[in-house]
């Protein structure tokens, strides 16, 4: 099954859509800086400390992949390979955030502290909100889009995904990250990772790498059910056919 012209329309609406997203969430960055006195741009790493914003530049990367392997399907390949590599993380990202959100939003930016109006002298944390427009762009318009684009506009993940291999990078990766930053900075982009002990943050580190596993099995079994209520058959794969012929073109090398 490939794409019929108006759903390549359709699809291409959603990837700009996805694009304008993350472009608004990086236009913001100026203005969360700072946003609770602390001054995120004069640390090492800056915003790219957070996996919000590293999964968002991720995220925008898919999005003009995407649109490029409309026109050239040899891309299909790097962008399923980036899909099935974001795609958990900004589920993951969603997840974490919005149930922090609720339980602790202290736990995601560390209040502010502000004058007590009722103790000349004396100083009380103050909260600290972001924007709607900018969470909804950072924190839940990704894990939509990416999801919307696996379920409706692409075929199912190529049957050699190794999901631990994926999660299991992507966890090292951002762990390593952290800490490397941590060990620079001071401190964690996030409070919650400076309040836990080694051990704890481990455990934490170790559930995020099977969340983001489950999340691609669950987004596996939703794809397949809508295949079979929409009666789609996907007949090719353009990301298989394009790693097949690229192996046959290094045996003739060969």
Not at 32 to 57: C, K, M, P
Not at 81 to 109: G, K, M
Not at 135 to 156: E, G, Q, R, T, W
Not at 217 to 244: C, F, I, Y
Request: aromatic content about 8%; charged content about 15%.
């Amino acid at each position: 099954m490939s794409l019929s012209p108006p759903a390549k329309t359709a699809a291409a609406a959603l990837y700009l859509g996805g694009l304008a997203a993350c472009r608004y969430g990086f236009a913001a960055l100026p203005q969360l800086n700072g946003l609770n006195g602390r001054d995120v741009e004069a640390e090492f790493a800056g915003h790219y400390q957070f996996l919000t914003i590293v999964s968002l530049w991720a995220t925008q990367a898919t999005m003009v992949l995407s649109l490029a392997a409309l026109v050239v399907p040899a891309l299909a390949l790097p962008k399923t390979f980036l899909s099935v590599s974001v795609l958990p993380v900004e589920v993951l990202v969603s997840l974490l955030y919005w149930s922090l959100h609720f339980i602790n939003p202290d736990l995601l930016v560390p209040p502010k502290m502000v004058p007590d109006p009722n103790s000349p002298g004396q100083m009380i944390a103050q909260r600290v909100h972001l924007p709607l427009d900018i969470d909804m762009s950072m924190h839940l318009a990704p894990a939509v889009i990416l999801l919307a684009d696996f379920l409706v506009f692409s075929p199912p993940f190529p049957k050699r995904l190794r999901p631990a291999l994926i999660c299991g990078a992507a966890t090292l990766g951002y762990c390593l990250w952290a800490e490397y930053c941590n060990s620079i900075n001071g401190r964690f982009a996030y409070p919650l990772l400076d309040i836990l002990p080694p051990p704890a943050r481990g455990a934490l580190y170790l559930g995020c790498a099977a969340t983001m596993m489950g999340v691609l099995a669950v987004a596996r079994a939703a794809h397949a059910s809508v295949d079979k209520q929409l009666g789609r058959v996907w007949t090719e794969q353009p990301a298989d056919e394009t790693a097949k012929r690229l192996k046959q073109k290094a045996k003739k090398k060969l």
